[in-house]
């Protein structure tokens, strides 16, 4: 039997990603990501639920996102949910889940303080990070 997990967002950097390597060196980086729900139909106007979500991005993908992605920035994120398990320092087991993204694209231009007079946009060629793997054994700190 085949099963299907993809997951697609679309949403803003709620604080800059935070960069580390696994143990055998792979890069790892971590984000979270403010997504506003729509809202009801009956729904009063000022009723906005946003959701956040965990992101986790591995290899190349993590290099590209750790440097260029900043705080505000409304990004697409295209990958997996996965339930990652670890465990306290006291003993107690914790599940909390994160999507690992295998494509992240900006979805606004870059912010005007922040260009260059030669600079109009930034081009990123695309990529597939999809064959970054990694081990769900090994820690992604």
Do not use: C, H
């Amino acid at each position: 039997m085949s099963f299907f997990n993809k997951i697609i967002l679309i949403g803003r950097l709620v604080r800059d990603p935070e960069k580390r390597y696994t143990l055998s060196g792979t890069p790892v980086t971590t984000f979270t990501i403010a997504v506003d729900r729509v809202p009801r139909k009956n729904a009063p106007d000022d009723a906005q639920t946003t959701d956040f979500f965990n992101v986790v991005t591995f290899g190349r993908l993590a290099e590209f996102t750790g440097t260029y992605l900043t705080k505000g920035r409304l990004v697409l994120i295209e990958g997996e949910m996965r339930m990652r398990r670890w465990e306290t320092p006291s003993g107690e087991k914790r599940v909390s889940p994160e999507v690992v993204a295998n494509v992240v694209r900006f979805m606004d231009r870059k912010p005007a303080e922040t260009v260059n007079e030669t600079e109009e946009e930034l081009e990123i060629p695309e990529e597939d990070f999809s064959s970054d793997t990694f081990s769900e054994d090994e820690p992604p700190f």
